[in-house]
């Protein structure tokens, strides 16, 4: 005999009391079922939110050292092309202004050479190359032929100015119809 069936042959609750005892713990039962299923939505939902949180992080992570090793890639480029420019460096300044294509391929710079540079230079012996400081100025220098090879392989826009027709041609006429010109160079016409 259950309790409630005690408590009413003792007379001590009624039949009203009975059910409504019954419902409100069929009432607390089912609510607690609910809460339970809440709860268990409610972790799903957390448990989604840390993993997309969790997965963005990572993509973030993965993003971050791409960008890191691009630009330390970047960063060595830039530092080889600097060393071979001044590896191949010769020339001396003088007082022959030598116009060129600049780095930006819209600017035309000029570098102050001798005479015999400003010569080997028009004959294809000599190039000009540049590259960009870490600070973000633009360097030119004259390279030897060979130094212009290197560069152009690695990094074809630091070679600027380089008269491969003039080397490749042995004949003056064919060298002159390109533009090229094997005259004196006597400084007060290239002002």
Same mark, same amino acid.
């Given at each position: 005999m259950s309790l409630r069936d005690q408590l009413l042959a003792k007379g001590l609750a009624t039949k009203k009391d009975a059910r409504r005892?019954?419902?409100?713990?069929?009432?607390?039962?089912?609510?607690?079922?609910?809460?339970?299923?809440?709860?268990?939505?409610?972790a799903r939902v957390e448990a989604e939110r840390a993993a997309a949180l969790e997965a963005q992080r990572v993509a973030d992570r993965r993003e971050a050292e791409l960008r890191t090793r691009?630009?330390?890639?970047?960063?060595e480029a830039a530092h080889r092309i600097h060393m071979l420019v001044e590896d191949n460096r010769v020339g001396r300044r003088g007082r022959v202004p030598f116009h060129h294509?600049?780095?930006? @391929?819209? #600017?035309? /710079?000029? *570098?102050?050479?001798?005479?015999?540079?400003?010569r080997r230079l028009m004959?294809?012996?000599?190039?000009?190359?540049?590259?960009?400081k870490h600070d973000g100025t633009a360097r030119y220098a004259t390279v030897s032929a060979q130094g212009a090879a290197m560069l152009e392989e690695q990094a074809p826009k630091a070679v600027l100015f380089w008269n491969k027709a003039a080397?490749?041609?042995?004949?003056?006429?064919?060298?002159?119809?390109? @533009?090229? #010109?094997? /005259?004196? *160079?006597d400084a007060r016409r290239l002002r």
């Open positions: 005892t019954a419902n409100q713990a069929r009432l607390e039962k089912k609510k607690r079922k609910g809460d339970q299923k809440k709860r268990r939505e409610q691009e630009a330390l890639e970047t960063l294509r600049g780095l930006d @391929g819209l #600017s035309v /710079p000029r *570098l102050w050479v001798d005479e015999a540079t400003a004959g294809g012996h000599l190039a000009i190359a540049g590259y960009v080397v490749d041609s042995s004949d003056p006429t064919l060298a002159a119809g390109m @533009g090229v #010109s094997e /005259p004196s *160079l």
